[in-house]
Nanobody, 129 residues
């Protein structure tokens, strides 16, 4: 099983990036998906989650209104659209999966904070001021 994240890069403040996370090796039916990030010298934090049907999403307060998580189950891919980027969004971003057949994305966020089943490799996002 592999989660392959892509789409990171260098962008000016106020700009946008779209991260993708493609899963291979299995389908992620009944898996909640999430994006985490880790800035230099800081702990990894969860940014957004989406339930496996895509019907519920949840966001950290720091990105609410600017980031949008979505998924295409036919493509086994989850996305993170990041708009109005700020220098404090600079971090390595990781996608993750956790088996969670029910519940809301907010519940998934709490569960995924405690542990995930699969991690993707990180993709660097750098926002210049």
């Amino acid at each position: 099983v592999q989660l392959q994240a892509s789409g990171g890069g260098l962008v000016q403040a106020g700009g946008s990036l779209r991260l993708s996370c493609a899963a291979s090796g299995r389908t992620f039916t009944n898996y909640a998906m999430g994006w985490f990030r880790q800035a230099p010298g800081k702990e990894r934090e969860i940014v957004a989650t989406i339930v496996w049907r895509g019907s519920s999403t949840s966001y950290a307060d720091s990105v609410k209104g600017r980031f949008t998580i979505s998924r295409d189950n036919a493509k086994n891919t989850v996305y993170l659209q990041m708009n109005s980027l700020k220098p404090e969004d600079t971090a390595v971003y990781y996608c993750a999966a956790r088996l969670l057949p029910g519940g809301t994305a907010a519940q998934a966020m709490g569960v995924m904070r405690r542990g995930v089943d699969y991690w993707g490799q990180g993709t660097q996002v750098t926002v210049s001021s």
